[in-house]
């Protein structure tokens, strides 16, 4: 028997079409899903099915070039200009975005936007049941596309379906703001296998079904079965990793340590402190400024001494909030640029664009510390391919206790973004800690990127699927041998 086709549903596909000035510009798709999902095309025989960034005309053949080393066959989905702004610049990042990362007074409920999610969820399930063959997995991913299954199984389409959330998942107080709230969690249950980040996003998930539908959850070790007449799926926490391999035999090569040794000596004796984020809101980047600003007021000794290099990549530049947030960005490393730069020493380097692959691994590489403090975030890979590319193991971590890599990364200085102090502390800390503290804990970080790493997460996330059998609906399977091991979830 031929192994199965995985078709992957995500929003973006990972190349990005641009109609600029009447020519059209076909570029590789940034954002940490799209990096994950690259990595991991080629274990599978792979289609991938996701929206090129356009409201123009695409030709799939537009798309070969540019997609050149991702082993699969690509399907554009093509969306209206009204579609893109209310499902893509509405829904997702008006309202699904900023209420699962607790941030919800920053919502706009507005009631249009559901009504075209729900429109635009179909368009992805016309395509998706053009493209699949029953004996197809369908691995769905992220917000935007929750409704993306229970559409298919109107369709009595019966094929395995997985959906993975790469943003974190909240708790019910705050998820029960959404005025669809109902709507959207009965959908996910239609997938046979749903996957979060964290144990505190599967238990989320779990608190909110149990309260706002009439399903039944019963939990086993990690893991939860969701249950009612004729349906079932399982609800399994599975952190998403990088391509550890790939990354550190990247940061070894001697084009990367040209780069690092050509960025070192731009800073002579200067340590470096990095932080590399899309421009977002939920990345702490103007806190993680008044941490080291803090730093620079509390330690003057450090004066001449230390930098910090801050990477950001433009994201979602048409939305005023992202706009806004990168004049907030430039106006706060002027101020503190102003305030304490000497002759020969800028204390905040700004880098807006995106840099080529070489140039940030070599950023990683030559960096002292990482600063990776997101307010929330679902995983975090930089700090992920921070540890990766520090083939040396002397630099340190610094990473907030929300992003979801905090879970997994108990050797980096944890801290709290809000805390602008304790972020000055913990980096001060970091700055002196002895070499072989250093080392000690970027070896044990290191071990265990390596081993949790993207290739695992797929194959042990999808092999999760196995108990299933294609028609779910008849024969529901994959029950807990023992049901008196089942606990009742929390
Ligand atoms: C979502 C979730 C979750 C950054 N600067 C450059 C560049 N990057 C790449 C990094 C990394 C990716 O962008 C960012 O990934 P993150 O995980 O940090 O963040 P999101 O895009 O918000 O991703 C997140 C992720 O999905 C996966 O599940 O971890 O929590 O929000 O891979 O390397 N790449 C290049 N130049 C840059 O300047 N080439």
């Known amino acids: 028997m031929t192994e199965p086709r995985i078709i992957i549903v995500s929003n973006r596909l990972p190349v990005t079409v641009s109609h600029a000035g009447g020519s ?93 999610y729900v429109d635009v969820n179909e368009t992805y399930a016309d395509v998706v049941s053009e493209v699949a063959q029953p004996e197809d997995i369908i691995w769905v991913h992220d917000y935007h596309l929750a409704l993306v299954a229970s559409s298919l199984r109107r369709r009595g389409i019966r094929s395995r ?187 905040i380097h700004f880098v807006y664009r995106s840099l080529e692959r070489a140039q940030l691994v070599a950023h990683y590489r030559a960096a002292d510390v990482a600063l990776v403090t997101p307010l929330k975030d679902g995983m975090n890979l930089v700090a992920k391919e921070f540890c990766a590319a520090q083939v040396d193991c002397t630099g340190v971590l610094v990473l907030s206790e929300f992003a979801g890599a905090a879970s997994q990364m108990k050797e980096a200085l944890l801290v709290n973004p809000n805390d602008i102090q304790g972020v000055a502390e913990s980096l001060h800390l970091a700055l002196m800690l002895d070499p072989r503290e250093r080392r000690r804990r970027m070896q044990r970080l290191r071990r265990t990127v390596r081993r949790e790493n993207v290739h695992r997460w797929s194959e042990s996330f999808l092999a999760q699927l196995q108990p299933y059998l294609t028609n779910r609906k008849l024969q529901p399977i994959g029950q807990p041998e023992d049901p008196d091991r089942l606990v009742i979830a929390v």
């Not at 499902?87 to 920053?106: K, T």
């Not at 959404?178 to 238990?203: C, M, N, Y």
């Not at 939990?219 to 007449?229: I, K, S, V």
């Open 24 to 116: 059209i510009d076909v570029k590789p798709s940034s954002g940490g899903l799209v990096t994950a999902m690259r990595a991991v095309v080629s274990d599978y025989h792979a289609s991938w099915i996701g929206w090129t960034g356009t409201d123009g005309e695409v030709k799939r053949e537009w798309l070969a070039p540019a997609a050149a080393g991702i082993n699969c066959d690509l399907f554009p989905v093509v969306l209206t200009p009204e579609q893109v702004a209310k499902f893509y610049f509405g829904f997702s990042n008006e309202i699904i975005w900023p209420l699962f990362h607790d941030l919800q007074s920053s919502c706009n409920f507005d009631p249009s936007y559901w009504n075209t």
């Open 161 to 347: 379906i997985a959906f993975f959330q790469h943003i974190p998942f909240p708790s019910l107080d705050i998820f029960s703001k959404l005025p669809w709230r109902k709507q959207v969690l009965e959908a996910l249950l239609e997938h046979d296998l749903i996957g979060f980040q964290t144990p505190r996003d599967s238990r989320n998930f779990v608190q909110c079904c149990r309260a706002l539908t009439t399903v039944k959850a019963a939990r086993d070790g990690e893991a939860f079965y969701m249950h009612r007449p004729g349906q079932r799926s399982n609800v399994v926490t599975e952190p998403i990793g990088i391509d550890f391999e790939e990354f550190a035999n990247h940061a070894a090569s001697t084009g990367v340590l040209q780069e690092t040794h050509l960025l070192r000596a731009a800073l002579p004796g200067m340590r470096i402190v990095l932080g590399v984020d899309r421009l977002d809101y939920t990345k702490g980047i103007p806190e993680r400024l008044r941490a080291f600003e803090n730093l620079l007021e509390n330690h003057p000794e450090l004066h001449r001494t230390v930098v910090l290099v801050q990477i950001v990549v433009p994201s979602r530049e048409d939305v005023p909030r992202y706009r806004a947030l990168r004049v907030e960005i430039e106006q706060l490393v002027s101020r503190i640029n102003g305030r304490f730069t000497h002759t020969g020493w800028v204390p």
